[in-house]
Structures are given as C-alpha cells and as structure tokens.
C-alpha cells in the first residue's frame, strides 16, 4: 500500500525558506511521477511542481518559478520542495502526490500537474507565509 507522508510546512515570515519533505513507502521511485500541489482556502486547488523520477527532469508553474526546486532523495524514498523567497499569496495546505508507473509525458508533457493523474495524495502540511 502506497503512502505518502508530508512534513516541513510552518509559519514564516515573507521572504523567508522553508523545506516541504514527502516520505513515501509502499514502492520505490523507479519510474513516476512526483508531484506538489497546494490549496488556499476558498481556492482551488493548484499544481506546483512535479518531478519524472526516472530523469530527475522537473517541471514549475511560472508563480514559483526560480523560487521553488523540487528533489528527490532516492536513498530514503523522500520528494523535497525547497520554497525560498516565500510570499504571502504562497500561503496553503501543501500535498504530496504520487503517480506510481507514470511516463515522461504523462509527468511533464501536456497535461501535467493535472490531479487525475495522480493516484496517491499525502494527508497536507500548512505552510503560512505572513507579510
């Protein structure tokens, strides 16, 4: 049984760092797809960032883009989302995801980021940015 377990999200000042950490077991990386997603309230929800585990490759969305790098850590399982200059607006519940079998494409191509691909979801970890 695959699961997904987030960790790091707490409340920071604006432009400060913080480091999102998702330990996953149940299966190894291999070849899949990582994702970051996170929802504000009243809002919904957005996908952030993902990650082809096979190459390593990654993809942002352009509001954290050069701000946010995704990681993997294969040696214990773990996806990290680094998020510096943090912002107000960053504010949200911050999820793990996983898309285990996933391609290159289905990962990084057209329709990334997409939330149906994803079939595993952590249970989220608030991350709070105040101005």
């Known amino acids: 049984q695959v699961q997904l377990v987030e960790s790091g999200g707490d409340s920071v000042q604006a432009g400060g760092s913080l480091r999102l950490s998702c330990a996953a077991s149940g299966y190894t990386f291999g070849s899949s797809c990582m994702g970051w997603f996170r929802q504000a309230p009243g809002k919904e929800r957005e996908g952030v960032a993902s990650?082809?585990?096979?190459?390593?490759?990654?993809y942002y969305v352009e509001s954290v883009e050069g701000r946010f790098t995704i990681s993997l850590d294969r040696a214990k399982n773990t996806v990290h989302l680094q998020m510096n200059s943090l912002k107000p607006e960053d504010t949200a519940m911050y999820y793990c995801?996983?898309?285990?079998?996933?391609?290159?494409?289905?990962?990084?191509?057209?329709?990334?980021?997409?939330?149906?691909?994803?079939?595993?979801w952590g249970q989220g970890t608030q991350v709070t940015v105040s101005s």
């Open positions: 990650i082809y585990t096979g190459d390593g490759v990654a």
């Open positions: 995801a996983a898309a285990t079998g996933a391609t290159w494409y289905s990962c990084l191509g057209q329709n990334r980021l997409r939330g149906a691909n994803f079939a595993y």
